[in-house]
């Protein structure tokens, strides 16, 4: 099946850093990755859709030069949380759609996520 | 943007109970589907439904999408602890985007 690994799974960092967090489909090929955050026990909030060779397009609310998102190939994309502070601290995770089956139908598949500590 | 209700939000049962949760919305899905997340982890894809009235099953978990693709249900057989987690249904939409329900917190308790 479709697998999607993100890395790292758990960082912590300093107040004003900036964390690079990775997603790549391992088997398929991705034109779109779509960028969540999850707080504890709620549903996934939609930050950003990635989009290969193309500026990623940012949910309302959402800073893009706070997240910034890059799509570089087929098989990657990367969210980058910049000068991160204690409220950035958070479980973020990355979906893929396969490409191949071009339909609004296609399931989405998920990385493990990454939790984001800022102290 | 289509908005999915989901009930319960939280539901904690005993071992061997049957349960069911429910997602709704007020607008006709495209497609819906069921995924399962548990503690620091990433969704799991459970099913999608397309068809009107359609059923699916997946071992002890019966899917169910009602006749005008309004609604969905979810029903676990004999449940065990191993089911716990967060159940959200989702719908598609243009570019693959989907909208999440705000999920249903399930413990199964040994």
């Known amino acids: 099946g479709a697998v999607v690994s993100q890395h790292p799974s758990r960082v912590i960092c300093k107040s004003g850093t900036s964390v690079k967090i990775e997603c790549r489909s391992l088997?398929?090929?991705?034109?779109?990755m779509f960028w969540y955050r999850q707080f504890p026990k709620q549903s996934l909030m939609l930050m950003a859709t990635s989009n290969e060779g193309s500026k990623a397009t940012y949910e309302q609310g959402v800073e893009k030069d706070k997240f910034l998102i890059n799509h570089a190939s087929l098989t990657l994309s990367t969210l980058t949380v910049t000068s991160a502070h204690p409220e950035d601290s958070s479980f973020y995770i990355c979906s893929a759609s396969v490409r191949a089956s071009a339909s609004y139908n296609s399931p989405l598949h998920f990385g493990n996520g990454t939790r984001l500590t800022v102290t | 943007t289509q908005l999915l209700e989901q009930s319960p939000q939280f539901l904690s049962i005993q071992e061997g109970e049957n349960l069911t949760v429910y997602c709704n919305s007020s607008?006709?899905?495209?497609?819906l589907q069921w995924y399962r997340q548990e503690p620091g982890e990433g969704p799991v894809l459970l099913v999608t439904?397309?068809?009107?009235?359609e059923v699916k099953k997946l071992k002890r978990l019966t899917f169910q999408f009602g006749d005008a693709r309004k609604d969905s249900s979810l029903h676990i057989t004999a449940a065990q602890t191993g089911d716990t987690g967060l159940y959200l249904c989702s719908s598609g939409g243009s570019n693959y985007k989907l909208t999440f329900g705000k999920g249903t917190l399930l413990t199964v308790n040994p």
């Open positions: 607008s006709v899905f495209s497609s």
């Open positions: 088997d398929f090929q991705a034109t779109t």
């Open positions: 439904v397309v068809t009107g009235g």
